[in-house]
């Protein structure tokens, strides 16, 4: 939708509210809690390990080296973490502050830390009192380590010998990403073990995202992770927390498990409270989404949706010539439909020569607003142009410049009831060194949340806010968002630079980057959509929460051979498909669009709320996969595969709904032979 260029920025357990308790049932019967024989307060000056109890076992920390080591309730032993690859230093004496928490320090790094139960996981802090680094956990060494989960945009399932990803072309071996720019959610897990009733899994989770890599190694041709933590004063990266919990080794174990976490605080949005406080939220339920050009864009472009039995959508467009005008915004909401403007306040140029109206802002906004690096330099803005701007120097300003406020009143002049803000929730944050408004990427990202709040919450209903790829850190501030649900491998950036095949920003009237087909090479293909890989984490975590969709240049249309399976996911997954449409391709595909809204419509009304309770994989090649939301309230199998599989052929889906007799059958493949 934006005129810009891709880039990988643009991608329990007791409460009452306990996920786990539904039927993913992840964590294992929980053992007895150890007793100890230690006074709060008291040193154990020779003890080298701290013995604690978690969910389903104890967890053993070795504080000479940070090993992490559980037995579970079964009597197992696992290994949790391998020693740090640090150099700590030797420990000081442990202290215990309770029967569940004890600390200790490093010396000679610096480091204080505390371990605790925290509701069942096992939680270690870390607190430096000067900048430093420290590589821990070292995980998925232990010898029964059979999959790594890794929540890369929707979610992927790995299987640690894979050659594919630990030297084939889809290698993660040898690379790093940032947890909080590159994972939608800050986590990831093991699956201990290979079949069901003797496996077991771990996850971990780090809110101390920022600050925080995770590394890919390839030993003995098997995956493994370790994270390593930058503690840096100026950065506000000197603390760093990780948290171990013990699962079934579910292959979505971790999101879960992060949901619960969430709930625990407070901060899992809730699509239920956002369509109470603002009902026009309402019709996300149902909806199919799509940027539009042309035709599309008109009242006669709406009518045709309805007259194709279209009954919801999002339809958003661009900032550039030809809006939506009101007649065309009051024709879809007529219709039931929501409509919002693209916009981005990342991106500032000289308004002289702005190539984006996006972009070009009143006064010295730019310059004065660029982000500066740590040599007073502008941080160039995406695609080359300009600089991106600091969220800093708009919070600052707003409240007697209005900048922000007076963008967003004009954008929705029309009588638009959505918003799509480019960027904000994604994990591309900042550094700004600039003098008058310096701020450190923790609160680049607490300004961006309290931006996108206020739009939310603007005029007298608010407006349903969207923005990309949603780190889950922006959920409750979010009622959907676009690219979340695309696990992006690093290919597809080399791909969209190739403006041949992949398409350009022309014709204005139907750009290329949106409506080219193209083929995917197969590596690309496999790594991105291969239905072997992908799980649910992103749902698990947050269905219920947000409406969460693929990126904005990867229509349904754009990849055809990837058809049928985003389709069959989007069914299983309760989750929209993403379009753009113009004139030609209303006619071209309308009516396949329609027919696969009316299947999706009933099925998301009902459980676009709901969490997703369970997901299970049905044969040993993951060719058929089931999803449970609201714990019986939808059950979707899809068959990614060829051949029938107990009564569902090949290429199709069956959803059941609470009191359907029979479950409603999708072959997505024979709507493109009618």
């Not at 604690?52 to 053993?60: C, E, K, Q, R, Y």
């Not at 959610?185 to 899994?201: D, F, I």
């Not at 695309?486 to 204005?508: F, H, I, M, N, S």
């Not at 992908?534 to 929460?545: D, F, K, M, N, Q």
């Amino acid at each position: 939708m934006p005129n810009k260029s891709s880039s990988p920025g643009h991608a329990r357990r007791r409460s009452e509210t306990r996920f786990l308790a539904l039927s993913i049932a992840l964590a294992v019967a929980a053992a007895g809690a150890t007793t100890y024989a230690f006074t709060a307060g008291a040193q154990e000056p020779h003890g080298r390990d701290v013995e604690l109890s978690l969910d389903g076992g104890t967890a053993v920390v070795d504080t000479a080296t940070l090993a992490v080591r559980a037995r579970t309730g079964a009597g197992r032993d696992l290994t949790l973490s391998d020693a740090a690859g640090t150099d700590l230093g030797t420990p000081g004496p442990v202290t215990r502050t309770g029967k569940d928490r004890a600390r200790w320090s490093y010396p000679a790094r610096g480091i204080d830390v505390t371990a605790r139960t925290d509701h069942g996981r096992l939680s270690l802090s870390m607190k430096a009192h000067r900048d430093t680094k420290v590589s821990w956990p070292v995980t998925g060494t232990d010898a029964t380590a059979s999959s790594l989960q890794l929540p890369r945009g929707e979610g992927l399932d790995i299987p640690v010998e894979d050659a594919f990803w630990t030297k084939g072309k889809g290698q993660l071996a040898g690379s790093t990403v940032d947890m909080s720019e590159g994972l939608t959610l800050p986590l990831w897990g093991y699956t201990l073990g290979k079949h069901t009733g003797k496996r077991t899994g771990v996850s971990y989770l780090t809110p101390t995202d920022i600050g925080t890599d995770l590394g890919f190694t390839a030993d003995d041709g098997r995956l493994r992770t370790t994270a390593e933590h930058t503690f840096d004063r100026g950065e506000g990266t000197r603390d760093y927390t990780v948290t171990f919990a013990l699962t079934d080794g579910n292959a979505v174990a971790p999101a879960a498990d992060y949901r619960s976490y969430l709930a625990e605080r407070g901060r899992l949005g809730s699509l239920k409270r956002k369509i109470a406080k603002n009902p026009a939220t309402e019709k996300l339920l149902g909806a199919f989404h799509a940027y539009t050009w042309g035709i599309a864009r008109k009242a006669e472009g709406v009518e045709r949706l309805r007259e194709l039995g279209v009954d919801r959508m999002w339809l958003g467009y661009d900032a550039g010539p030809g809006p939506m005008d009101k007649a065309a915004v009051s024709a879809a909401k007529k219709a039931g439909y929501l409509v919002g403007p693209y916009d981005s306040f990342a991106n500032g140029q000289d308004p002289k020569s702005a190539d984006s109206p996006t972009s070009a802002w009143p006064g010295t906004v730019y310059p004065d607003y660029c982000v500066r690096d740590a040599k007073g330099e502008p941080e160039t803005g995406f695609g080359g142009r300009g600089c991106y701007l600091s969220s800093q120097a708009f919070e600052q300003s707003e409240p007697r410049e209005h900048h922000l406020a007076d963008r967003t009143r004009s954008m929705v002049a029309n009588g638009a009831d959505s918003y799509f803000l480019d960027v904000d929730a994604t994990g591309e944050l900042f550094r700004d060194h600039a003098e008058g408004h310096r701020m450190t990427k923790a609160k680049d990202r607490t300004n961006r949340l309290a931006r996108m709040q206020r739009i939310a919450e603007h005029g007298k209903g608010g407006l349903v806010l969207g923005s990309e790829t949603a780190g889950a850190w922006a959920n409750q501030a979010l009622a959907f968002d676009h690219g979340a649900g695309t696990p992006v491998a690093d290919g597809l950036w080399a791909l969209q630079k190739d403006r041949e095949k992949w398409g350009g920003y022309y014709p204005e009237d139907a750009p290329g980057i949106f409506f080219k087909p193209v083929d995917l090479p197969a590596d690309l293909a496999k790594a991105m959509y291969a239905p072997r890989y992908r799980v649910p984490l992103y749902e698990t975590a947050l269905h219920g929460s947000l409406v969460n969709a693929e990126r904005w240049e990867l229509s349904y249309e754009k990849l055809p051979d990837q058809k049928t399976d985003r389709a069959l996911t989007a069914m299983l997954y309760n989750t929209p498909l993403n379009y753009v449409l113009d004139g030609p391709s209303l006619k071209q595909h309308g009516a396949e669009l329609a027919a696969l809204q009316k299947y999706f419509a009933p099925l998301h009304k009902a459980a676009g709320t709901e969490p997703l309770t369970s997901y299970r994989r049905l044969t040993a090649d993951n060719t058929v996969q089931r999803t449970v939301f609201g714990g019986g309230t939808l059950t979707v199998t899809a068959n990614f595969g060829t051949t029938a599989h107990d009564g569902l052929p090949g290429g199709c889906v069956d959803a059941r709904l609470k009191g359907d007799d029979e479950p409603r059958r999708l072959c997505p493949a024979d709507l493109r032979k009618s």
